[in-house]
C-alpha cells in the first residue's frame, strides 16, 4: 500500500533554513509528478512546491525564492529546501504524489502521512 514518510521539521527562528524529506513506498515514485503540502492550523491544506518527472518545478508566489523542491528516484524521495523561513510557514507539512486537473495540481491519493511539523518563532 501507499506509504509516504515525512522528516526533518522542527522549531527554527525567523530567517532559518530546514531540509524536509519525504520517502514514498508502494508507488512507482519515477512516474509521479510529487508534490510538497503544509497546513496551518484552522486553515486549508495548501501546495507550497511542485516538482513533475521532468524535474520542472513550480511554487506558489508566498514561497517562491525561498523554498526549493528536489527529488532522487534512486531513494523514492522528495525533498524540500526551506530558507529564510517566516512565521507564517508555521505548518504541518506533508507530500503526496499529483496530477495536473483541472487547470490545477490537485493531490493524486487520498492518503496522506503523518506530516512534520515545522515551527518558525523566536
Known amino acids: 500500500q501507499v506509504q509516504l514518510v515525512e522528516s526533518g521539521g522542527g522549531l527554527v527562528q525567523p530567517g532559518g533554513s530546514l531540509r524536509l524529506s519525504c520517502e514514498a513506498s508502494g508507488i512507482i515514485f519515477s512516474i509521479h509528478a510529487m508534490g510538497w503540502y503544509r497546513q496551518a492550523p484552522g486553515k486549508q491544506r495548501e501546495l507550497v512546491a511542485a516538482i513533475t518527472t521532468g524535474t520542472t518545478t513550480n511554487y506558489p508566489d508566498s514561497v517562491k525564492g525561498r523554498f526549493t523542491i528536489s527529488r532522487d528516484n534512486a531513494k523514492n524521495t522528495v525533498y524540500l529546501q526551506m530558507s529564510s523561513l517566516k512565521p507564517e510557514d508555521t505548518a504541518v507539512y506533508y507530500c503526496?504524489?499529483?496530477?495536473?486537473?483541472?487547470?490545477?495540481?490537485?493531490?493524486?491519493?487520498?492518503?496522506w502521512g503523518q506530516g512534520t511539523q515545522v515551527t518558525v518563532s523566536s
Open positions: 503526496n504524489a499529483i496530477r495536473w486537473a483541472r487547470g490545477m495540481w490537485t493531490p493524486f491519493y487520498d492518503y
